[in-house]
Every structure is written in C-alpha cells, then in structure tokens.
C-alpha cells in the first residue's frame, strides 16, 4: 500500500506540477493529499523526493504501476462516475410551461452531485447535504429535525429539494431591484450561494467556515479533475463550487408523475376537466384540491401565486419564521407554501415536521386551523353570527379525505427519486 501511494505521488508531481504529500484520511477508505500553493512548484528537493519517488516504484514493488490516466487513477478509485457526465437538462413538458427548466453543463451538475454527497466537507466528516436531504425522500429527511454534525439536532425539518428548478419562477425583488430566489422556510436566502454558505457553516449542520470547505476540497484526490472537467482547469473557489451544487440542485425536477402522464395523455394544458389517466377517487381528489388547495398551493402547473403564509399551526408561534427575520409582528407565522410534488415521500409534514403524515396534514386542514394573528386570509371564514371572521374548517367526509389523498400521491415522480445522476456516487 505504502509504495503504491508513493507511486500514485510521484505520478501526481509529474502530472500536475506540484508537489502532493499523501496522508491517510479520516475515512481510511481513501487518502487524502496536500497540495502546495502555486508559489511553490517543483524544487530541486522536491525533483530529488520525485527520484526517490519513481526509484521506488521500480526497485520495491512487482504492483504494476497505475496508468498515467487522472480519471482512472484520481477518480475511480473513490467515486462511480462514468467519465462522461451524463445530461442535466430538464425538459418540462408543455403543460408546465408555466416553469422555466434547468440548463446544466453535465460536468458542472456532476460536480454538484458529489459535492452535495461529500461527507468530508464537514468538520465531523459525518455530514454531507444528502444526509438531510435523502434522495428516496424527495430529497427530504424522514426525520422530524435533521441530525447535524456530532449528533446535533436541527429546529427545522428538512426541505424537499425536487421541485428546485421549479422555483425560479418565484423569484423575489430586494429593494434595489435585483431579483432574488426565496429559500428556506423563512426565505432568508436568496441564493443558492446564501443557501449553501448556511448549511455548510451552521454549527447545527457542517459547522465548517467557508475557506475549511475550500481547503478540503482542495486536499482530495478526485476534485482536481472533476473541476477540470467542469470548469477547464483545477482551481476551486466558492463561487465555482455554489454554481456546481446550484446547477445540480437545480436539475432536480419532478415532472414524470402519474398526474403528469395524465395530462399529457390527455394533451392538457389547465388540470380544471377530470383526466382519463387518473381514477375517478383522484379525479374527485383533484377537484377538492383545485378549491380548497390550489389559491395557495398553485395549479401545479405554473408557479404558485402566494409563495408564503400562514396557515395556522399554532398560537402563539413558537417558530417565528419569518417573523424573526423581519421583526414585524404581521410575520410571525409566516412560511414557505411548499410546493406539492414527491409530497407522497416527504414525511413529516410542516416546518417543524409536525404532521407525520398526509391524514394529519388533510385533518389539520379539515377541522385544525387556529385563530392566529396573520393567519392567512384563504383560510378564513365569515361568521354571520358574530361578524368576525374565524378559522376556515373544510369539514371534509372521509371519502373526501381519501380523495384528496389519493390526488396528492399522484404528484410522486418515482422515477426522480432513483434516478442514478441524483444518487450517491461515493464508493
Ligand atoms: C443537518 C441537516 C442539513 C444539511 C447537512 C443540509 N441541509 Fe439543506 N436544509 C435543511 C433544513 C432543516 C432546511 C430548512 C432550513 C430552514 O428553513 O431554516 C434546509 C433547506 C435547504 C434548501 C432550501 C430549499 C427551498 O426550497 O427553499 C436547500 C436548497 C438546501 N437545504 C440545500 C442544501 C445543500 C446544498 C446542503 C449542503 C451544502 C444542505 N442543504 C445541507 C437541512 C440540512
Ligand atoms: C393559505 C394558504 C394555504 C392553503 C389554502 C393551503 N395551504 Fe398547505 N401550506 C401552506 C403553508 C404556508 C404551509 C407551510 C406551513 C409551515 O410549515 O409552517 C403549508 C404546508 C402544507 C403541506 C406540508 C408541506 C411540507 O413539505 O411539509 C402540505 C402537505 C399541505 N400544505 C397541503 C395542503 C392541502 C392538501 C391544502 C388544501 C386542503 C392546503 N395545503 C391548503 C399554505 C396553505
């Protein structure tokens, strides 16, 4: 082992013009290696450990010597990635031309997949986005909180991430008119960049400074070429690693669901008639949730109207959402409206993970809405007898309740949740 790495060294020196000093990792799976600043190429001692290096790889080992490939020899070893990345491209069908798909360089997007599945750039080396954000959940977490680095424990539940190129079309304005996409449940990031400078440094998540990030990026053995593949040469820098994660979440749409193969069977473009494809108990599920849902929740296929909203959980909130932010009391309450695609996978339900599953979602609706300051005004109701307006409770039957159930399990899109350009490519 210990003349193949000073083999796979020597190699590197020739290769890259600087000089990589191996250590075991962590993860006695794979090594990692430093590499010197740019300001220190190749020495003469250097040249001299390079000797040592290739004198080694001939006197001491019969182990043949790894071909002077990068990808076979940086790459494969740790990651099944096929040299060639795969296509990105979302494609949305003409019913949800309301949406703007995703353009990805696949190289920039395949980048992304293993940064967002990359243990390492934790400070535990226990945490990587995926461990919150589970690809067979809808890119969510089954867990009420998510488990961050040495077992901390998060206050929010888990965002899905499949329906991330279906944002765009929310974007918000900031004061000075630049346009900005609202994430988290309070929108308190407005980029992707904002987004992921969260997760990797929140002390409850990775708990890593930005440059930390960079730097272990920077030890690996595989990044060099996959930033050469993305971007044309090996430097990494933020910027480069939030567009990769961002073009990689950003190909993660769910359009291939049963609702969907509906309405393009039955070339539709408005889901207002009842679809052929779908069973007269979804159909009637369909029609609860085009009036009870939909003013909120959007017509699932456009972006929604209301982006955020209270929808009476509780009183008072003990989360503020956005009420924290922006210190208004009109806020307090305030969160993002989900959007509904994979909902069927993405349990617990709410920001806090409350509703364990779609019956307690669809009872909160049906009777649970509270009197809560702010609460939103579609989920209010006139009271004739005592002039104010009370919480709005559908009062739904349980044939109504499986209905609109069995709707919202034709958003799944199951084919998104195992598809192998999203999974883990980590060996
Ligand atoms: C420890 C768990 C955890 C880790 C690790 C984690 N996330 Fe998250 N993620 C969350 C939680 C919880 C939220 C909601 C946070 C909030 O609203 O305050 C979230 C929200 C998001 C959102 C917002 C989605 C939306 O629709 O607004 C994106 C995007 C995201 N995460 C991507 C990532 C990426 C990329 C990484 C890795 C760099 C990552 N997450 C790491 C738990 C995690
Ligand atoms: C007033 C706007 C509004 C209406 C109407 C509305 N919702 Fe919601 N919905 C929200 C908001 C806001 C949230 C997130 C609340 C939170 O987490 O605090 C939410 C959350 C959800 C969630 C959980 C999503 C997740 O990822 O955790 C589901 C499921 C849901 N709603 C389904 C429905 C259904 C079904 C209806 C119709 C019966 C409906 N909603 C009507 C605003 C609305």
Redesign the pocket.
Same mark, same amino acid.
Do not use: K
């Given at each position: 082992m210990l003349v193949y790495r000073h083999c796979l060294g020597a190699i590197s020196i020739i290769r890259n013009g600087s000089f990589f000093v191996f250590e075991q990792g962590r993860n006695a799976k794979y090594f990692t290696f430093i590499k010197t600043s740019p300001s220190m190429r190749v020495k003469p001692v250097l040249i001299c450990l390079l000797l040592f290096g290739l004198l080694a790889c001939t006197h001491e080992s019969e182990i043949p010597l790894p071909q002077p490939d990068d990808f076979d020899l940086q790459v494969s070893p740790f990651l099944s990635l096929d040299r060639t990345a795969p296509d990105y491209t979302v494609q949305l069908p003409a019913h949800l031309l309301g949406f703007s798909g995703a353009q990805a360089k696949p190289a920039v997007a395949q980048l992304g997949r293993v &940064?967002?599945y990359d243990k390492s =750039?934790?400070k535990d080396g226990s945490?990587?986005?995926a461990?919150?954000?589970h690809q067979n959940a809808g890119f969510s977490?089954p867990e009420k909180?998510?488990?961050?680095v040495y077992g901390r424990l998060?206050?929010?539940?888990?965002?899905? &991430?499949g329906?991330?190129p279906w =944002?765009s079309g929310t974007f918000v304005f900031d004061s000075t008119g630049k346009s900005l996409l609202?994430?988290?449940?309070?929108?308190?990031?407005g980029s992707?960049a904002e987004?992921?400078t969260?997760?990797?440094t929140?002390p409850?998540?990775?708990d890593l400074q930005i440059s930390e990030v960079l730097e272990k990026i920077n030890q690996s053995l595989f990044y060099p070429w996959l930033f050469q593949q993305a971007f044309g040469d090996t430097l990494v820098t933020e910027a480069r690693v939030f567009t990769a994660?961002s073009q990689f979440?950003g190909s993660m749409s769910s359009q291939h669901t049963r609702f969907d193969q509906a309405m393009l069977q039955a070339g539709a473009t408005d889901p207002v008639a009842d679809l052929p494809g779908l069973t007269p108990q979804e159909n009637e599920g369909k029609t609860l949730y085009r009036l009870h849902c939909e003013s909120c929740h959007g017509g699932l296929t456009s972006p929604q109207k209301v982006y955020e909203a209270n929808n009476g959980l509780e009183n008072p909130y003990i989360d503020k959402g956005k009420g924290a932010i922006t210190n208004k009391f009109y806020d307090n309450g305030v969160f993002?409206v989900?959007m509904l695609r994979n909902i069927g996978k993405t349990a617990p339900y709410m920001?806090d993970g409350r509703f364990a599953d779609l019956d307690a979602v669809i009872e909160h609706y049906s009777s649970g809405v509270v009197k809560v300051f702010g609460l939103h005004g579609d989920l209010l109701t006139y009271n004739e007898n005592t002039g104010n307006y009370d919480p709005r409770h559908l009062n739904l039957d349980p044939t109504q309740k499986a209905a609109l159930k069995a709707f919202l399990l034709t958003l799944t899109d199951e084919a998104a949740l195992s598809d192998p350009r999203f999974s883990d490519p980590f060996k």
């Open positions: &940064l967002f =750039l934790s945490i990587s986005c461990s919150c954000h977490d909180v998510s488990t961050g998060g206050t929010r539940n888990a965002m899905a &991430l329906s991330m =944002l609202p994430l988290f449940w309070d929108h308190r990031a992707v987004q992921s969260a997760a990797f929140n409850l998540e990775m994660l979440m993002r989900p920001h």
